[in-house]
């Protein structure tokens, strides 16, 4: 037999715990040993399980070490990696919670499990200097509705019909005090200096937000904001998204914000 | 950013970010640093943050997981582009890769998965490690692994496929004396005769680890290679008798699991530099 052959005979068995020790594997007394051949298979399993609670440590407190675990269990025997940089490990699993029939009591668990995501991605994202408010702010203020901004590649915004960064910052201390879970929100993940931030945004800031984030032009995003809420404040929610290190530089587009 | 040529005859230990904010601020005397690359393998970050202040103040020894040495498909592109580019980055005194394969067709399987020693598997091996070296312009040290099962295929002894891969691509080895003594219970092996026969000559590192120990079917001894507790007693007499083959060589104790405190770790490093410290009188025959 081939070393190829012999190498996809044991993928496939360490794939599928039903499956016997492949053949052409034999121990010290001559035989081949299927508590030998496990080792193997729960290396593979159990390592990929790890990298799984290490990445999303909340929904891990949210179900339990039993519970997560098992639903681990399940994605890692569907979802192999495809890279052995296991920081991008994961990038479905909140899709795979979302269709889990054990987990689908908990509404909110697979948009928490984004904003884990999100947390990751920030904590490993480019290195960017954010961009300083003075540069925006000391801008002439017929100026200020043309200017759209480039968002920090650590920067992301996630947006949920359930209360997902206060159950989120309720998880990252030891005692946990109750959480309302039903009221929507949306959480701007970033990384302005060396730690991860994630903001709850007041609720009249998300369609800003979420069009200056697809480099929309401020005085659309503002416009946008404004016929949604008329008591929205433009200055006060880019002043905060400055302070948060949302963006690293303008970007003048050359059609200009009527588009 | 580093000015370590290679790393030094002395104790080292593995980074774990655990560890971070405590070694930048008490800076410990540890002989150098080991990571395991692919954990470096963001852009950016904490990670990278920390790494490059640590770079700073000890020589860094870059161990690869995931490249695939021993598989049968071909080597990652991508991934030996982000190992140069790593290299290019912390210009680390030694860079160290497995001889076991990890990745089949495209899934990644995150284990140190065995193959059988042949000269099909031998070729293969060879050329792997020529264009490692070729690509990332260094010269690599190929580590011997632990293994629980044996192939009937396999027509080559460990030692003496290990011996012809660097007699024929140059590269260096790196001796697990805790792998060793792992395949040498777990195969009825003398783990001295392993060593006697190893081409010393050719070691870069040691590394040395704690193993768990379990039951096969038979109700024999199954040891694995678990680096989730302290050196046992035998891996570390095997380690002084290695010692007395090779002279002083940079030492790794490696612990990935069940993360101790870093004094703990340096407890280890200390056991190290003691036994290092009873050889080098006599350690005139390594240059």
């Known amino acids: ?259 | 950013m580093s000015t370590h040529p290679e790393l030094p005859p002395a104790a080292g230990l593995g980074l774990k970010p655990e560890h971070y904010a405590e070694i930048l601020s008490t800076l410990p005397a540890i002989g150098f640093f080991e990571i395991h690359a692919e954990n470096y393998m963001g852009d950016g970050g904490p990670p990278h943050r920390y790494l490059s202040a640590i770079a700073e103040h000890y020589p860094l020894s870059l161990h690869g997981v995931g490249l695939s040495i021993g598989g049968s498909g071909p080597l990652d592109a991508d991934h030996l582009a982000r190992l140069k580019r790593l290299i290019e980055r912390y210009r680390p005194a030694s860079f160290s890769e497995h001889l076991a394969w990890s990745t089949h067709e495209s899934a990644y399987f995150n284990d140190l998965l065995p193959l059988p020693y042949t000269a099909e598997t031998l070729d293969r091996v060879c050329a792997h490690v020529d264009r490692v070296q070729h690509e990332l312009g260094t010269r690599m040290l190929l580590e011997n692994p632990s293994t629980y099962l044996l192939f009937e295929e396999s027509t080559i002894d460990e030692v003496d496929f290990l011996a012809q891969i660097s007699e024929r691509t140059g590269c260096g080895l790196l001796l697990d004396v805790n792998n060793v003594m792992v395949s040498a219970i777990n195969h009825r092996l003398d783990p001295r005769d392993y060593i006697n026969r190893f081409p010393v000559e050719k070691i870069g590192e040691i590394h040395l680890a704690g193993y768990d120990e379990a039951k096969d079917e038979a109700g024999e001894r199954l040891a694995i290679d678990a680096h989730a507790s302290a050196v046992r007693p035998d891996v570390f007499e095997l380690y002084e008798f290695t010692l007395g083959r090779t002279g002083p060589v940079p030492t790794l104790v490696e612990w990935d699991n069940d993360v101790p405190a870093f004094a703990t770790l340096k407890g280890e490093a200390e056991r190290v530099e003691a036994a290092l410290a009873r050889i080098r009188p006599a350690a005139r025959r390594v240059a």
């Open chain 1, 1 to 259: 037999m081939s070393a190829t052959a012999i190498e996809g005979r044991l993928a496939a068995a360490i794939r599928d715990p039903a499956m016997p020790v492949p053949e052409g594997l034999t121990s010290a007394r001559g035989a081949p040993d299927r508590l030998r051949f496990a080792v193997y298979r729960n290396n593979v399993h159990v390592s990929l399980v790890e990298a799984l609670a290490k990445a999303f440590p909340v929904t891990r407190r949210l179900v339990g070490e039993e519970f997560f675990r098992a639903m681990a269990r399940a994605y890692v025997a569907l979802h192999k990696p495809t890279s052995p940089v296991l920081i991008a490990y994961g990038r479905n699993f909140p899709d795979f919670v979302a269709d889990f029939p054990p987990a689908a009591r908990l509404a909110y668990l697979p948009d928490l499990a984004r904003l884990e995501r999100a947390w990751l991605h920030a904590y490993h994202a480019a290195e960017a200097a954010p961009l300083d408010a003075g540069e925006v702010l000391g801008r002439a203020p017929d100026e200020l509705p043309g200017l759209s901004f480039l968002a920090h590649p650590a920067t992301a915004l996630v947006r949920s019909d359930h209360a997902i960064g206060s159950i989120w910052a309720a998880h990252q201390v030891e005692t946990v005090k109750p959480v309302e879970t039903g009221r929507a929100e949306a959480v701007l993940v970033t990384r302005p200096q060396a730690e991860v931030r994630a903001t709850v945004l007041p609720h009249a800031d998300i369609p800003f937000v979420t069009s200056l984030l697809d480099q929309a032009p401020l005085g659309e995003a503002a416009w946008q904001a404004l016929s949604a809420d008329p008591g929205f404040d433009a200055g006060r929610a880019l002043r905060g998204l400055l302070a948060l290190g949302a963006f690293t530089q303008i970007s003048i587009r050359s059609e200009g914000p009527e588009s």
